[in-house]
């Protein structure tokens, strides 16, 4: 059997290029050995998907190649996405920062991904897995003739063009596997060592047990780490675990942390605390607990007290200035060290990847390999939370379906 082009993965990059591909003509074949198709989209955005961002750009991207983006980007844009979830008439809504939610269920998003499919007359195998894949010389000069061979569990086909969308290593039991790093290894492919991100941070369990009753509490922060130029800040709400810290503020910066490295919290960004403290002091004949507690949650208030020792109880007037000043540089400033991350069961993505300086930033082909193409998370592009991800998926599989 004979195909244009085999995708294999039929996530949300696998999945929108067959579609885009199939409607220029082509003759293809999408390939997973999951059951179902795309279980990340069904999952994502806790089941409502964040499908794009209004605004995106390189800068929301995390590469060893940061310019390889770009074109992709700026070629399928997060407004060409709308339109075409617009003319699905799906309906949708923006939460925060221009991420953009569906409405109902991202199984909406899913129904419109396979109605682009049937659109294009796509042939879809699944479960299906590849068991071999091979490079054929060139027994032909048609510009068809097929360059590859797969031997699959539903028999043998060859194709012109084979692009690789098996996405990432997180969440394994819904079928992530590193089949596609391995193949790209196979073909000479350099790979950016993977690593788990946009995930939450675990600390050592004695350092961690003045805080674990803080599990639950969620306030925002401004949350940093690395320094100069590899500096990275969010604004966003932290979430208190009971391993650690989750919440969009760890999660943004947990792809840019890197193990030994510290984090600097700030849990009152809005305020600068300790001139707050010291006309409290002067004014005030509240408790320093009470005080506190006017700027903070209670049960966060109550725990940096007892860690630094200081009574709840003691009028602001008697409170010691060196005291206060701790206090708010404790409250600040609070720097930590995590000591690992929750690991790929609990990422949302992966970093790292198929390095993307032997791919060809115009349309995601290998430089090693003619016809060979890898979209999607399997390539070291990494967007940040809110709706990145998927954006990069839509613009690398466009990227590629559009010069086939
Ligand atoms: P994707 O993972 O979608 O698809 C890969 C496909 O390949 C899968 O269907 C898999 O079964 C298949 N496959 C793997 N190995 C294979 C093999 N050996 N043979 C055949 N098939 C194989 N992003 C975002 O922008 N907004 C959001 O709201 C969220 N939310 C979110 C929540 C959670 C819990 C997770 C885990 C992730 C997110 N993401 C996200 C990230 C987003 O889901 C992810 O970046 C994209 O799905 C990546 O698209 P791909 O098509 O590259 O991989």
């Not at 659109?119 to 490079?135: D, H, K």
């Not at 809110?386 to 599989?397: D, E, I, P, R, V």
Request: glycine share 10%.
């Amino acid at each position: 059997m004979h195909f244009d082009l085999v995708i294999i993965g039929a996530g949300a990059a696998g999945l929108f290029c067959a579609g885009q591909a199939g409607q220029r003509g082509l003759k293809v074949l999408l390939i997973d050995h999951a059951e179902r198709v795309a279980e990340k989209i069904r999952i994502s955005g806790g089941g409502r998907c964040n499908f794009t961002n209004r605004d995106v750009g390189p800068a929301n991207f995390l590469s060893d190649n940061p310019a390889f983006c770009r074109s992709a980007l700026a070629r399928y844009s997060s407004q060409d996405f709308i339109a075409l979830v617009q003319k699905h008439g799906i309906a949708f809504h923006e939460k925060h920062k221009g991420q953009l939610f569906c409405d109902d269920s991202s199984d909406q998003i899913i129904q419109m991904l396979l109605k682009e499919c049937a659109a294009g007359g796509v042939e879809r195998w699944q479960p299906c897995s590849v068991q071999e894949l091979q490079t054929l010389s060139a027994e032909s000069t048609e510009a068809s003739a097929a360059r590859f061979e797969l031997h699959t569990t539903r028999g043998q086909v060859r194709a012109h063009s084979v692009v690789v969308a098996t996405g990432g290593l997180p969440v394994p039991k819904i079928g992530a596997t590193d089949w596609g790093l391995r193949l790209a290894k196979r073909f000479g492919h350099a790979i950016v060592e993977p690593r788990p991100a946009l995930v939450p941070l675990t600390f050592d369990e004695q350092a961690w047990a003045p805080f674990s009753a803080l599990a639950g509490l969620s306030l925002p922060v401004a949350v940093s780490t690395g320094q100069g130029k590899v500096k990275a800040r969010f604004l966003e709400d932290l979430l208190f675990t009971h391993r650690g810290l989750s919440g969009p503020a760890i999660l943004q910066i947990s792809s840019f942390w890197t193990e030994g490295q510290a984090l600097q919290i700030d849990l009152a960004p809005e305020h600068k605390l300790l001139p707050l403290l010291q006309s409290a002091k002067r004014e005030s004949k509240r408790q320093l607990g009470n005080e506190l507690a006017s700027l903070f949650p209670q049960r966060l208030a109550q725990a940096w007290l007892e860690r630094l020792g200081l009574a709840s109880q003691r009028p602001m007037p008697e409170c010691k200035d060196k005291d206060l000043q701790n206090l708010a540089q404790q409250l600040q400033a609070w720097s930590l060290i995590p000591n690992g991350s929750e690991g790929w069961r609990k990422a949302e993505v992966m970093r790292g990847g198929v390095d993307t300086r032997e791919l060809n930033s115009q349309n995601m082909e290998s430089k090693r390999v003619p016809g060979l193409y890898f979209i999607g998370e399997v390539v070291d592009v990494t967007g940040w939370l809110g709706g990145y991800n998927f954006q990069w998926a839509w613009a690398s599989a466009a990227a590629c379906a559009r010069s086939l």
